[in-house]
């Protein structure tokens, strides 16, 4: 059973327009919630978290939205360039456990 | 600082044979993760260590999976004996402070069993 689910396995985004990357939860005692960025042949790499108590969080490009009732959330990339090409893995948090989705392969195109 | 360092890349072994895989976590850092990423299973948690001290091994798969921590500066994730469904990409990761945050992984090691 997946308590982390990332529905779309590919997106494709023109350069300079807005990416936006889906994750729900199941689990709603998670209390915080984490993107990673993962280029092939490498490790992930932190990107953005948010806190449960939060419903936004932004760090330049990067922007991600909470909504608890839902049990959704989403990493918002604009303007897109194409260095964002990577797989984005969101992970949730709590007490000592953590779970990530399986991923969303996002594409830049020129 | 150079970043958590995982040795080997790549290992190619034979099933039964016992596997080691390394893992130097950042300096200062007192939380160190093991994860294996497959393509059906994604990225999972096989176990993590709080300052030396194994805290959490729910996820390691069986008995022949097993990992220590001798010091803060030193980590070893062994398979024995291996199985071709062992076959992944095995990362290390270290955090200042556990899971709520910003956790730096390793290049991991791509391990095939034959």
């Known amino acids: 059973d997946q308590q982390v689910k990332q529905n779309s396995p590919s997106l494709s985004v023109q350069e300079g327009r807005i990416s936006i990357l889906n994750c729900d939860y199941t689990?709603?005692?998670?209390?915080?919630f984490l993107w990673y960025k993962k280029y092939p042949a490498e490790g992930p790499t932190f990107l953005i978290s948010i806190s449960s108590i939060k419903d936004k969080n932004e760090d330049g490009r990067f922007t991600v939205f909470l909504n608890k009732s839902a049990k959704h959330l989403s990493l918002h990339i604009v303007p897109s360039q194409p260095g964002d090409s990577a797989v984005y893995f969101c992970?949730?948090?709590?007490?000592?456990?953590?779970?990530f989705g399986k991923g969303t392969r996002l594409h830049i195109l020129p | 600082d150079a970043g958590v360092i995982q040795s080997p890349r790549h290992e190619v072994t034979e099933m039964g044979q016992e596997v080691t895989l390394r893992c130097k976590p950042i300096s200062g850092h007192d939380y160190l993760f093991w994860y294996r990423q497959t393509m059906m299973r994604g990225l999972e948690l096989l176990i993590y260590f709080n300052n030396n001290v194994p805290i959490d091994d729910s996820g390691m798969p069986e008995d022949r999976f097993s990992a220590k921590m001798p010091n803060a500066s030193f980590s070893t994730l062994k398979i024995q004996p291996s199985e071709p469904r062992d076959s992944a990409v095995y990362f290390c990761a270290s955090s200042l402070s556990g899971y709520s945050y910003e956790q730096y992984f390793g290049p991991g090691t791509r391990l095939t069993v034959t």
């Open positions: 689990n709603s005692m998670f209390d915080y």
């Open positions: 992970a949730a948090s709590w007490d000592d456990k953590i779970i």
